[in-house]
Each structure stands twice: as C-alpha cells, then as structure tokens.
C-alpha cells in the first residue's frame, strides 16, 4: 500500500513552460487535494476533487488546471509557468470528506526561472 | 476571507517541559479542527482533531477547543526532541465546504 505518490519530486522551469504534475493514491479515496506551500506559509489549497468527474476551485486556482478521470489520479497541469509558481506542492487524499484524515505526499518541489 | 491566525514561533521549549501551541479562527461556522505536525522538508501528517468543545487526549497530546472564543490549541506533554517541527492547525470552514483552511505553522523546538 504506497499511499499517495507524486511525481516528480524536483523540477526546474523556465518562464512560459508547461508541465504536468503526477498525483496517485491506492486507497480508494474519493477525495483528493492540491495544496502549495510557500516557504514559512501554510498550506494553500489549489483545487480538490470529491469524485471522478467531479473537481473545483479553492483559494489559489490561477495559473493551474486539474482532471479527475479516475478515483486513483488527480494530475495538475501548470500552464505558462511564472516565478510566482516557484513552491512546494503536496497532493493529498481522505476517504469522504474533508473532515477526515487527509493523507499527503511526499511533496513536488518546483523553481520556475 | 476565511482565516486560521497562529504564532509563527519559533518555540523553544526544554525537553521534559509543556509546549502549548495557539490557533483562533474566524468563521463561527467552523465545526471541526485538526492539528498536522510537519517535519523540516517532509509532509504533514495528522496528529489530533477535535469536533466538541473542551479537551481531547492522546498519549503526550491533547487538543483544547473553545468555539465561543474560537479557539484551538495543542498541548504536548514532556516535549522530546523528536517532537521538534511545525505544526499546523486546520479549521474546516463552516456551511459543509469540503474545504481546510491552514495555518501558517507555529516552529517549535525541543532543547535536550
């Protein structure tokens, strides 16, 4: 049982790139979750889904898109990279609601130059 | 805007001693609360959460919630070095949002 996984772990952008990041869980969660975290802040959210099919915006949706094809995936698509995306991102999971225990990942450390 | 508030530390406290971690809330309609702690360059993991008002315990940990004051705090009991990292309080936000609003993270750090 791997729990949540993301890849990569490390990436380098330049301005105006695009890039996909990779979110899997294997707990048959229906919840999933992208948050940043800017160095010394919080967790910021960027999108969550409740269900294949289903996603939608939290605080921070600029600059990002997201897809929710199956239970198991939940990918973020940054379009025209900036340096204001320069962050860690954590993918996250819990079985029904928010209210239950979101599991994260291991984390995506991303620096767009 | 809703908004979680926590002393960004750092906490120091000696190993043996009481750490006591602060959070206050704005939205009255907040029903549930949590604390994740975070390790320096890893992340988060639940440690406690608490739904009624009063004080919840686990082992060296116990969560106190004062909704009327809309207050949340984590209590660590013979603080260890291990217990050394961020800690960062979560509020749902109130009116059944699927939504957690964090915190900043309060740094504390256990001295042998």
């Known amino acids: 049982n791997a729990g949540v996984t993301q890849t990569p772990k490390f990436r380098i952008l330049k301005i105006g790139q695009s890039m996909t990041l990779q979110c899997t869980q294997d707990?048959?969660?229906?919840?999933m979750y992208w948050y940043r975290q800017d160095p010394g802040m919080g967790l910021k959210l960027i999108y969550y889904s409740v269900g294949a099919g289903i996603t939608d915006k939290g605080e921070v949706p600029n600059g990002y898109n997201v897809s929710r094809s199956t239970t198991e995936d939940f990918p973020l698509r940054l379009e025209l990279a900036a340096p204001s995306q320069t962050s860690v991102y954590f993918c996250?999971?819990?079985?029904?609601?928010?209210?239950?225990?979101?599991?994260f990942g291991p984390g995506t450390r991303l620096t767009v130059l | 805007q809703k908004e979680v508030e926590q002393n960004s530390g750092p906490l120091s406290v000696p190993e043996g001693a009481i750490a006591s971690l602060n959070c206050t809330y704005s939205?009255?309609?907040?029903?549930?609360f949590f604390w994740y702690r975070q390790y320096s360059g890893k992340s988060p993991e639940l440690i406690m959460f608490i739904y009624s008002n009063g004080d919840k315990e686990d082992g060296r940990f116990t969560a106190q919630l004062n909704k009327a004051s809309q207050y949340v705090s984590l209590l660590i009991r013979d603080s260890q070095p291990s217990d050394s990292a961020t800690y960062l309080c979560?509020?749902?936000?109130?009116?059944?949002?699927?939504?957690?609003?964090f915190g900043k993270g309060t740094k504390l750090t256990v001295n042998p």
């Open positions: 707990m048959n969660h229906n919840y």
């Open positions: 996250a999971s819990s079985y029904q609601s928010s209210t239950d225990t979101q599991y």
């Open positions: 939205d009255r309609g907040s029903q549930s």
């Open positions: 979560a509020v749902n936000i109130g009116g059944g949002s699927e939504k957690l609003v």
